[in-house]
């Protein structure tokens, strides 16, 4: 089996053979991610045949953000063309003076009403007739649109308009087609109009790039899947035509992997912090993976399952520089793989990498294994336009880089965790992705966090999360009922059940090998949002018992509705509990490198990860190196190595209590 997680800087991979895991780190290929994928695979096992990928994918992300994605003409219901636009009265930037929204990816003129209508009820209003659908494809033919979005009013409580008006677009040859009741078959008509825009934009990108990985793979007999961003994968059809669902794919890989690492240190409380080379993604998993389906990204809401993330413009690549006003700011914007930070060989502005390079806290000889070369002068170059700016020495200016990129990851932290009542004080920090293992430590003490877990692999946690990706299908029934019986909510849910089942059949999955779990979302007659509980007898008791966790209160003598009834099914998946694998090919040899750490210089040892044995605790400062990452490990903390091959670093007046 294989993982891979395509990144904005490298492209990891993770083979898991007989026991056995092997790892391999290439260039990202941005202009064509199967590029790297392929030549990763290559690289890695030759001419092996007949394995199985599970793959990580952004092309959906980057195609939306940078407004890549096709030509979408958008059919809905007559008087609602504007739904798109007008949006809600939410306003995310409460104090800005001036507010800006993202331009709808459907123009005005590409948005065609159709004489139809549906009530809540189900019942149709405005029969949708044949000259109807004759009139819509009449103004389809004169716009020629790459991809057409079906969003038709209520049309979760009855999709046949929606039905009829797909059966004529397909006949007309269109060739990608996304239906709102397919997508997100559940009331709020403009997420659910948003979602289905979205899917019909990145669909023809997403088709197009999975069909040419699927044919170079094929030649070799593998079997591709695509993980969802709700940490679960589907078969390359799904993904293609569903290609909304993989707006977070890359994210929901390395939550997977860092709860399966807290899972087997026996941690139930921690905050996944993953530092890549273009992006940080935080998480906040009490007691398990968190999902929620009220998210959006690049400002659209989306209404499919996702885990809940929150994503900050922080990496490794993330370009440093001076605002108008001459402070030092660092991102969103990232140098990605190409041309890379300065000390790669080809970019000149300096970056966060260049920063960690100056600082002594990357190792020159033993990046990525002792397999690629840098070049501190020109970190020191690129740095050195900036110190003068700001007359600051190199070394100061670098270490003000870090303090600035680590100041907007804690707020990232902070926006997960205190703004929605948790103390982050009470959680390990699971760090992982190329750069966090730098970061970490400075990120817990400004938190008030003890401890700290670097996991083995951690520069491919996201590959191995999606190695190991049960296949996963999720189907919502929209209920809008007050105070329904359990054995009314259990009769719904069996018609859901048996579709996911069905679903997951159709993946190669038996039914032996199926967890199904039900939801509820319910919420008190009258409010606008949600609450996510098991259906089970007791629905209405552990509803109000998350109302109070929630909001501080509960209104027993108060109807409640049940707004949708939300099915998983999950494949059944048997986690490896140790890892074999060596990640350095050289003898460990112990080296001293020169860091710079809060205004002062330091010789400290540099330790191959696997030099050291199990329980073994090695006092900071020191580096800590392997293929994937290198861990700075300050003044007053400890890092110990445990069983499974994890790295547990700790704060020094707590590891002597421990």
Same mark, same amino acid.
């Not at 199985?52 to 609602?80: K, P």
């Not at 008509?189 to 825009?197: A, G, H, K, P």
């Not at 002594?360 to 170059?381: C, H, I, K, N």
């Given at each position: 089996?294989?993982?891979?997680?395509?990144?904005?800087?490298?492209?990891?991979?993770?083979?898991?053979?007989?026991?056995?895991?092997?790892?391999?780190?290439?260039? &990202? !290929?941005?202009?064509?991610? %199967?590029?790297?994928?392929? @030549? =990763?695979?290559?690289?890695? /096992?030759?001419?092996?045949? #007949? *394995?199985?990928?599970?793959?990580? &994918? !952004?092309?959906?992300?980057? %195609?939306?953000?940078?407004? @890549? =994605?096709?030509?979408?003409? /958008?059919?809905?219901?007559? #008087? *609602?063309?504007?739904?798109?636009?007008?949006?809600?009265?939410?306003?995310?930037?409460?104090?800005?003076?001036?507010?800006?929204?993202?331009?709808?990816?459907?123009?005005?003129?590409?948005?065609?009403?159709?004489?139809?209508?549906?009530?809540?009820?189900?019942?149709?209003?405005?029969?949708?007739?044949?000259?109807?659908?004759?009139?819509?494809?009449?103004?389809?033919?004169?716009?020629?649109?790459?991809?057409?979005?079906?969003?038709?009013?209520?049309?979760?409580?009855?999709?046949?308009?929606?039905?009829?008006?797909?059966?004529?677009?397909?006949?007309?040859?269109?060739?990608?087609?996304?239906?709102?009741?397919?997508?997100?078959?559940?009331?709020?008509?403009?997420?659910?109009?948003?979602?289905?825009?979205?899917?019909?934009?990145?669909?023809?990108?997403?088709?197009?790039?999975?069909?040419?990985?699927?044919?170079?793979?094929?030649?070799?007999?593998?079997?591709?899947?695509?993980?969802?961003?709700?940490?679960?994968?589907?078969?390359?059809?799904?993904?293609?035509?569903?290609?909304?669902?993989?707006?977070?794919?890359?994210?929901?890989?390395?939550?997977?992997?860092?709860?399966?690492?807290?899972?087997?240190?026996?941690?139930?409380?921690?905050?996944?912090?993953?530092?890549?080379?273009?992006?940080?993604?935080?998480?906040?998993?009490?007691?398990?993976?968190?999902?929620?389906?009220?998210?959006?990204?690049?400002?659209?809401?989306?209404?499919?399952?996702?885990?809940?993330?929150?994503?900050?413009?922080?990496?490794?690549?993330?370009?440093?520089?001076?605002?108008?006003?001459?402070?030092?700011?660092?991102?969103?914007?990232?140098?990605?793989?190409?041309?890379?930070?300065?000390?790669?060989?080809?970019?000149?502005?300096?970056?966060?990498?260049?920063?960690?390079?100056?600082?002594?806290?990357?190792?020159?000889?033993?990046?990525?294994?002792?397999?690629?070369?840098?070049?501190?002068?020109?970190?020191?170059?690129?740095?050195?336009?900036?110190?003068?700016?700001?007359?600051?020495?190199?070394?100061?200016?670098?270490?003000?880089?870090?303090?600035?990129?680590?100041?907007?990851?804690?707020?990232?932290?902070?926006?997960?965790?205190?703004?929605?009542?948790?103390?982050?004080?009470?959680?390990?920090?699971?760090?992982?992705?190329?750069?966090?293992?730098?970061?970490?430590?400075?990120?817990?003490?400004?938190?008030?966090?003890?401890?700290?877990?670097?996991?083995?692999?951690?520069?491919?946690?996201?590959?191995?999360?999606?190695?190991?990706?049960?296949?996963?299908?999720?189907?919502?029934?929209?209920?809008?009922?007050?105070?329904?019986?359990?054995?009314?909510?259990?009769?719904?849910?069996?018609?859901?059940?048996?579709?996911?089942?069905?679903?997951?059949?159709?993946?190669?999955?038996?039914?032996?090998?199926?967890?199904?779990?039900?939801?509820?979302?319910?919420?008190?007659?009258?409010?606008?949002?949600?609450?996510?509980?098991?259906?089970?007898?007791?629905?209405?008791?552990?509803?109000?018992?998350?109302?109070?966790?929630?909001?501080?209160?509960?209104?027993?003598?108060?109807?409640?509705?049940?707004?949708?009834?939300?099915?998983?099914?999950?494949?059944?998946?048997?986690?490896?509990?140790?890892?074999?694998?060596?990640?350095?090919?050289?003898?460990?040899?112990?080296?001293?490198?020169?860091?710079?750490?809060?205004?002062?210089?330091?010789?400290?040892?540099?330790?191959?990860?696997?030099?050291?044995?199990?329980?073994?605790?090695?006092?900071?400062?020191?580096?800590?190196?392997?293929?994937?990452?290198?861990?700075?490990?300050?003044?007053?903390?400890?890092?110990?190595?445990?069983?499974?091959?994890?790295?547990?670093?700790?704060?020094?007046?707590?590891?002597?209590?421990?």
């Amino acid at each position: 089996m294989v993982g891979i997680d395509t990144g904005g800087t490298f492209t990891d991979l993770v083979v898991w053979v007989d026991g056995q895991v092997l790892v391999h780190k290439v260039p &990202s !290929t941005p202009h064509n991610p %199967a590029e790297a994928v392929l @030549r =990763g695979l290559q690289e890695l /096992l030759g001419e092996a045949r #007949g *394995f199985a990928v599970t793959y990580s &994918s !952004t092309v959906a992300t980057n %195609a939306l953000l940078e407004r @890549r =994605g096709a030509r979408v003409a /958008l059919l809905t219901t007559a #008087g *609602f063309e504007d739904v798109i636009e007008i949006g809600r009265q939410n306003r995310p930037e409460l104090y800005a003076p001036e507010p800006r929204r993202p331009e709808p990816l459907v123009p005005r003129a590409a948005r065609i009403g159709v004489a139809e209508r549906m009530l809540h009820t189900g019942r149709p209003l405005v029969p949708l007739r044949p000259q109807a659908i004759v009139a819509a494809l009449r103004k389809l033919k004169q716009l020629q649109p790459e991809s057409v979005a079906v969003c038709f009013l209520h049309a979760y409580a009855n999709p046949q308009h929606e039905r009829r008006i797909g059966r004529a677009l397909a006949r007309a040859g269109y060739p990608f087609v996304s239906l709102s009741h397919v997508l997100a078959n559940e009331h709020r008509e403009y997420e659910r109009f948003s979602t289905t825009v979205i899917n019909a934009y990145i669909q023809p990108v997403m088709a197009k790039h999975l069909d040419a990985l699927q044919q170079a793979l094929r030649k070799k007999d593998v079997r591709l899947r695509v993980l969802q961003s709700s940490g679960g994968a589907v078969s390359v059809d799904v993904a293609a035509s569903e290609a909304v669902r993989t707006c977070l794919s890359g994210p929901a890989g390395g939550v997977r992997g860092a709860w399966s690492v807290a899972a087997s240190l026996g941690l139930q409380q921690v905050i996944s912090f993953d530092m890549g080379g273009t992006s940080t993604d935080v998480s906040l998993l009490l007691g398990g993976m968190t999902t929620t389906s009220d998210w959006a990204i690049g400002g659209f809401p989306l209404k499919v399952p996702a885990v809940d993330v929150h994503t900050v413009g922080a990496g490794g690549g993330s370009l440093a520089y001076l605002d108008e006003g001459g402070l030092l700011k660092v991102g969103p914007q990232s140098a990605g793989a190409d041309p890379g930070p300065a000390c790669y060989g080809r970019g000149t502005e300096p970056t966060v990498t260049d920063a960690n390079l100056v600082l002594g806290r990357l190792v020159p000889e033993l990046f990525l294994g002792a397999r690629m070369q840098l070049f501190p002068e020109r970190a020191r170059a690129a740095i050195g336009s900036l110190a003068r700016a700001l007359r600051k020495t190199v070394e100061e200016t670098a270490e003000g880089i870090v303090s600035v990129v680590n100041a907007g990851m804690e707020r990232a932290i902070r926006t997960i965790s205190v703004e929605r009542g948790h103390d982050p004080r009470q959680c390990a920090l699971v760090a992982f992705g190329g750069a966090a293992g730098q970061h970490a430590c400075a990120l817990a003490e400004a938190l008030g966090m003890d401890t700290v877990v670097v996991p083995a692999l951690p520069g491919l946690l996201s590959a191995w999360g999606a190695l190991f990706a049960p296949s996963e299908r999720t189907a919502v029934y929209p209920v809008l009922e007050r105070d329904p019986s359990y054995e009314r909510l259990q009769a719904l849910a069996a018609r859901l059940v048996a579709s996911v089942q069905e679903d997951l059949r159709r993946d190669g999955v038996a039914n032996k090998r199926q967890h199904i779990s039900v939801q509820l979302e319910v919420r008190y007659r009258g409010q606008s949002f949600e609450l996510a509980v098991p259906l089970r007898p007791d629905y209405r008791a552990a509803f109000e018992r998350a109302h109070r966790r929630w909001y501080g209160y509960a209104d027993p003598g108060r109807s409640v509705e049940v707004v949708n009834i939300r099915a998983f099914g999950r494949e059944r998946v048997r986690l490896p509990r140790r890892l074999s694998l060596s990640a350095f090919s050289r003898k460990p040899t112990l080296l001293q490198q020169k860091v710079y750490d809060r205004g002062r210089w330091y010789r400290v040892p540099v330790f191959p990860r696997d030099s050291f044995a199990v329980g073994e605790a090695i006092p900071g400062p020191a580096l800590i190196v392997e293929l994937s990452a290198t861990t700075w490990l300050p003044p007053g903390w400890v890092v110990e190595r445990e069983q499974r091959g994890h790295l547990v670093l700790r704060r020094r007046s707590l590891a002597k209590r421990a």
